[in-house]
């Protein structure tokens, strides 16, 4: 199989930093999705890695490491509207497959 | 408005009758999957599909059947839905399979 594991939840304070972590199977590997979703709500796009390295979109950053099937979404500034699902999804060998993590459920408290 | 709609939006049924939630986007997508929710287990595929007439399975396919006729619609059937299916179901688009997907609100299916 190709299991995604990441924490099934998290708990941060409002303004603070929290890094998410993900880990995948090497093989076959594309490419690493993270998605945000509110409860009640759909998944909604945050990033999408290719090449090893850090991408910075505004108060988020997502990591990749292809050799070492990892990768990390780090929220800055954290805001009470950030409690939500972060979701973690590799896509494996060009054909449309996309596997998901369980999510994680981060709390931000004041 | 770009969108991927979902219907119905609840569907409460008993276990053997046929039924089948329509996925609609706007977006001229090619690629459109479907995925199933469930508590602990996250978001899992049913059924993905490349093109028109190109559908492949996912990792939970068995129960459903689906099909892409045209490049818009990409309906999910349940022949004969079994409690085990009750879940939230999401369909998804976007323009190639290796890009950002464009979710559907949901659909909550409860088989009794």
């Known amino acids: 199989g190709q299991n995604i594991d990441q924490p099934t939840e998290m708990t941060a304070t409002e303004g603070a930093i929290v890094q998410i972590n993900c880990t995948y199977q090497?093989?076959?590997?594309?490419?690493l999705f993270w998605y945000q979703q509110h409860a009640g709500e759909a998944p909604t796009f945050l990033s999408y890695?290719?090449?090893?390295g850090l991408e910075e979109k505004g108060r988020f950053s997502s990591f990749l490491s292809r050799s070492k099937g990892y990768s990390y979404l780090l929220l800055k500034e954290l805001q009470m509207k950030d409690s939500a699902s972060y979701l973690c999804?590799?896509?494996?060998?060009?054909?449309?497959?996309?596997?998901f993590g369980q999510g994680t459920e981060l709390s931000v408290k004041p | 408005e770009a969108q991927v709609t979902q219907n119905p939006r609840y569907l409460i049924t008993v276990t053997g009758k046929k039924l089948t939630v329509t996925c609609s986007q706007n977006?001229?997508?090619?690629?459109m999957s479907w995925y199933r929710q469930d508590p602990g287990l996250g978001l899992r595929q049913i059924y993905y599909?490349?093109?028109?007439?190109?559908?492949d399975k996912g990792d939970v396919p068995e129960g459903y059947k689906v099909s892409r006729k045209e490049k818009r619609n990409f309906p999910l059937i349940l022949e004969s839905p079994s409690p085990n299916q009750t879940s939230l179901y999401f369909c998804?688009?976007?323009?190639?399979?290796?890009?950002?997907?464009?979710f559907g609100p949901g659909t909550r299916l409860t088989v009794l």
């Open positions: 599909s490349m093109n028109v007439e190109v559908t």
């Open positions: 998804a688009s976007s323009t190639t399979d290796d890009n950002e997907q464009f």
């Open positions: 890695n290719v090449l090893d």
């Open positions: 090497t093989s076959g590997f594309n490419g």
């Open positions: 977006m001229n997508h090619e690629y």
């Open positions: 999804a590799a896509f494996y060998n060009q054909g449309g497959k996309l596997i």
